[in-house]
């Protein structure tokens, strides 16, 4: 119990709890220019995509206890967001910089509207990570708004730093045209 409520304490002092919808936004962490190595930590690995999967179904649940259709995955917008959760730990920054780059892309794939939620937790050894991050996405009014938003499809994209033991999160929201 007190290692549970120790991440708890520590994703909510990490998060940095402000949602996008426009242009860029800003870092709460000071910039480091320190090397990551993306051999190990790329979105290809099985502790990602678990984290990946676990956050799609979380968000998924609160959708519809709130009334709201559950998303649809879409590996085009996870793909997306992937550079982002690499720039955020490169930069050791939990931001929004360069959203509208990613919204131009979304955008160029047939949906109308799209919306971002980025976040991070340090230590990723067990699912308390992506209970951290969700719990405190659906507390901040902007990351829930984005969650029970008019959206049709999301992509996920967890990026792990193991030079800091973090955990960057990325999730995209978009609404397919008609």
């Known amino acids: 119990m007190k290692k549970a409520l120790n991440y708890l304490a520590l994703g909510i002092i990490l998060i ?5 919808t426009g242009s860029g936004g800003s870092s709460i962490m000071p910039s480091s220019s320190a090397p990551i190595s993306t051999a190990s930590t790329s979105s290809g690995g099985g502790l990602t995509k678990a984290f990946e999967a676990e956050i799609f179904e979380k968000i998924n649940s609160i959708r ?3 009334g709201k259709s559950a998303l649809i995955l879409d590996t085009a917008i996870s793909d997306i967001a992937l550079p982002h959760g690499l720039y955020m730990a490169r930069k050791s920054v939990i931001s929004h910089d360069k959203s509208a780059g990613r919204f131009n892309e979304i955008l160029g794939l047939e949906y109308t ?6 976040a991070y937790v340090k230590g990723y050894a067990d699912s308390l990570v992506t209970n951290t991050l969700v719990s405190n996405w659906k507390a901040s009014k902007g990351h829930f708004k984005n969650i029970i938003g008019d959206f049709t499809h999301t992509g996920v994209n967890i990026f792990i730093d193991p030079a800091t033991n973090r ?12």
């Open 16 to 20: 940095a709890l402000s949602a996008c």
């Open 64 to 66: 519809t206890s709130n």
């Open 113 to 118: 509207s799209c919306a971002e939620n980025v």
């Open 167 to 178: 955990v960057y999160a990325t999730q995209l929201f978009a609404k397919k045209s008609n």
